[in-house]
């Protein structure tokens, strides 16, 4: 058997599963979601959506918004949640929304793994599908 090629990953072991997608509203247009990740997305349907564009301080404000907000300050003896990245994610992701416009009509970041404060966020799965 040739050996085609081979995928080195990060190795992922903690942080907070959150989701980033956009959706595409009849009315709106796209719009940028972010909530808690993983199972829990579909278990507490915890999300915050927002039209774009939309400033920094209102990405900090959908994360404050959700009902499970406080796993990213640290719970039960976890560190808290590298927040800074998460919301440079949902802005390099509401960027990608407004300049692919109608082109891009879904996409699903889950789960994107917020690491601990100052080590980023990694997605683990992603879903794009285009127009």
Do not use: K
Request: charged share 20%; with cysteine.
């Amino acid at each position: 058997m040739d050996l085609d090629g081979i995928l080195v990953c990060q190795m992922v072991e903690r942080g907070v599963e959150m989701v980033v997608g956009v959706t595409q509203d009849p009315l709106f247009g796209p719009t940028v979601t972010v909530g808690l990740g993983g199972v829990l997305v579909e278990i507490l349907a915890d999300a915050a959506v927002r039209v774009p564009p939309f400033s920094e301080n209102t990405a900090r404000d959908m994360l404050g918004e959700l009902r499970g907000h406080r796993l990213l300050e640290g719970v039960r003896g976890a560190p808290p949640a590298d927040v800074d990245a998460l919301v440079d994610v949902v802005m390099r992701v509401q960027r990608m929304a407004m300049e692919l416009g109608g082109d891009l009509s879904e996409l699903d970041i889950n789960p994107l793994m917020v690491l601990p404060r100052g080590q980023g966020a990694v997605a683990l799965d992603a879903l794009a599908i285009c127009r």
